[in-house]
């Protein structure tokens, strides 16, 4: 199995040699790519991502290959987005919020309430600002492939969250997203980067009063036996997204590079009819074999609480004021 410190040894090894202009015994036409995620084999997304590497190599008559590296083997989100980004890694899946960290231009897709619906979400990343958004970082070592879709969040905890004052104080884990913390700071709670894996434990152990994602964390990470509340306000839909390193990509040929961006496309439509079913079970599983309690909120009293975000967001540039403003037009 292949390790981080191995990965990197490697990856040194191909960029020195990639440097004096020595190729090594495989075909100039034949590549493989190694792509990291923290996700179980059993996640939609991972499957997904499977579908993708099986429809790159058909397309590609065997010449693209993708070796997937699931359950953080390869380090975590942060680590693995580093290593892409340096060149060592091609490819890892992430998300919005732990891209925030590396460019700017990805705050947008962690704003509060900017879609006000999952159809809303959809369109405007299946469109001309979502191919934007992808393609925003190449300057920075790394490119998105394509969105997968990870529903909407919302705050879950140990206690009801009715509204914004039921979170005065409540320490909430959250992802290490400075739009992330903000957000939960404005709410009145004081926020708690903490790892995934670590959750359960400190939710158990009262460190952390609650947390925000979406339903599915309540039964596959078992958050569900120590949470017994989850609050309907969904306050953002922060896609994963598949980024592939800038060398890599310019290393690809043209065709390996539509074989991949199609394949990719191709993986995120199943994904999402694939991630409606797992979200649905969730919460029934939830209700009916953890004992779940889910409230309906007013999202507009949330909502009024996190305004200053959008507003801090598009005054960042003109095009993320342009982008902003596209989005609410389209609502």
Not at 36 to 55: D, F, I, K, W, Y
Not at 88 to 108: G, R, Y
Not at 128 to 134: A, P, T
Not at 205 to 218: F, I, R, S
Request: net charge negative; with cysteine; hydrophobic share 40%.
């Amino acid at each position: 199995m292949t390790t981080r410190r191995e990965l990197c040894a490697w990856g040194a090894g191909s960029l020195l040699l990639a440097g004096l202009g020595i190729r090594g015994a495989v075909a100039a036409d034949t590549r493989t790519l190694r792509l990291s995620h923290n996700l179980t084999t059993a996640h939609p997304v991972h499957r997904a991502m499977q579908q993708m590497a099986e429809r790159v190599l058909a397309l590609t008559d065997d010449t693209l290959k993708i070796e997937i590296y699931p359950n953080a083997q390869l380090g975590n989100q942060r680590e693995s987005v580093e290593l892409v980004q340096a060149g060592i890694l091609d490819m890892a899946k992430t998300n919005a919020s732990e891209l925030e960290a590396f460019d700017p231009v990805f705050s947008l897709l962690n704003v509060p309430y900017l879609f006000e619906s999952d159809e809303h979400y959809d369109r405007i990343l299946e469109g001309e600002i979502g191919r934007d958004i992808l393609a925003a970082s190449a300057g920075r070592g790394f490119r998105g492939v394509t969105y997968y879709d990870s529903g909407a969040r919302s705050f879950y905890a140990t206690r009801p969250i009715e509204s914004p004052t039921d979170l005065k104080n409540a320490k909430i884990r959250v992802q290490p997203s400075p739009t992330a913390i903000e957000m939960v700071e404005l709410m009145g709670a004081s926020p708690t980067p903490l790892a995934f894996g670590d959750l359960y434990t400190a939710l158990q152990q009262g460190v952390v009063d609650g947390a925000e994602n979406n339903p599915t964390a309540l039964v596959t990470a078992r958050h569900g036996e120590v949470a017994k509340y989850f609050t309907l306000d969904e306050h953002t839909r922060i896609p994963d997204m598949l980024v592939i390193s800038e060398a890599s990509w310019q290393g690809l040929s043209e065709a390996h590079q539509d074989a991949l961006t199609r394949a990719a496309a191709e993986s995120t439509s199943t994904q999402k009819a694939a991630w409606q079913r797992a979200s649905e079970d969730a919460v029934a599983t939830a209700k009916n074999e953890m004992g779940v309690e889910f409230i309906e909120v007013d999202k507009r009293a949330f909502a009024e609480r996190t305004r200053p975000i959008r507003d801090r967001v598009a005054a960042q540039s003109p095009r993320a004021r342009q982008w902003i403003e596209e989005i609410e037009a389209q609502a």
